[in-house]
T-cell receptor
Framework: DGGITQSPKYLFRKEGQNVTLSCEQN?????MYWYRQDPGQGLRLIYY???????QKGDIAEGYSVSREKKESFPLTVTSAQKNPTAFYLC????????????FGPGTRLTVT | GENVEQHPSTLSVQEGDSAVIKCTYS??????FPWYKQELGKRPQLIID?????GEKKDQRIAVTLNKTAKHFSLHITETQPEDSAVYFC??????????FGKGTMLLVSP
């Protein structure tokens, strides 16, 4: 999982601002995922993409948007419509649809005040 | 959709004891069950996984068992060490090839 990078590690924003979190992988993986982690809540799926130029909503997509223009990159935008954006955000990738094993990036801790 | 329940939410053991964490799932079509370990502030790391055609899998001090009939699977850690202290997550596949995660178990191993 050293091949998945997320930046920055910590991010601070004012309420009402959109913010984009970066996720890059050099593992040649087809599928990429975004999760949100809150204390005691486990990992909840925001969006996922199993192939370039295609992505699907996960369980908590409201207030978030993504793009998948390149195989290596899957940026997540947290919009001002997300009511409670402060959380730890994790990106993951897996080799291809149907292989299931997911490998995580180091995460970005977003704080919105 | 898939629902994964994980118990207990916290588990305290003495060094050298065994630890068992249990998960149940709802979708009988689930066929892959990974376990992740997450240390404080770090990324989740895959430590062991099992597929539906296997009942048990071992890797040194950790093992996972699967009971498809009862729809539950468990993580077993023997001879626990302080460095095993972390949050452990189970997960199960859904029909769209994504994973549903349990809410996690905080394992504390006291020296």
């Amino acid at each position: 999982d050293g091949g998945i990078t997320q930046s920055p590690k910590y991010l601070f924003r004012k309420e009402g601002q959109n913010v984009t979190l970066s996720c890059e992988q050099n593992l040649n993986h087809d599928a990429m995922y975004w999760y949100r982690q809150d204390p005691g809540q486990g990992l909840r799926l925001i969006y996922y993409s199993q192939i370039v130029n295609d992505f699907q909503k996960g369980d908590i997509a409201e207030g978030y948007s993504v793009s998948r223009e390149k195989k290596e990159s899957f940026p997540l935008t947290v919009t001002s419509a997300q009511k409670n954006p402060t959380a730890f955000y994790l990106c993951a990738s897996s080799p291809r649809r149907g292989t299931y094993e997911q490998y995580f990036g180091p995460g970005t801790r977003l704080t919105v005040t | 959709g898939e629902n994964v329940e994980q118990h207990p939410s916290t588990l305290s053991v003495q060094e050298g004891d065994s630890a068992v964490i249990k998960c149940t799932y709802s979708d009988s079509a689930s066929n892959y069950f990974p376990w992740y370990k997450q240390e404080l502030g770090k990324r989740p790391q895959l430590i062991i996984d099992i597929r539906s055609n296997v009942g048990e899998k071992k890797d040194q001090r950790i093992a996972v068992t699967l009971n498809k009939t009862a729809k539950h699977f468990s993580l077993h850690i023997t001879e626990t060490q302080p460095e095993d202290s972390a949050v452990y997550f189970c997960a199960a596949t859904r029909g769209d090839s994504t994973l549903t995660f349990g809410k996690g178990t905080m394992l504390l191993v006291s020296p």
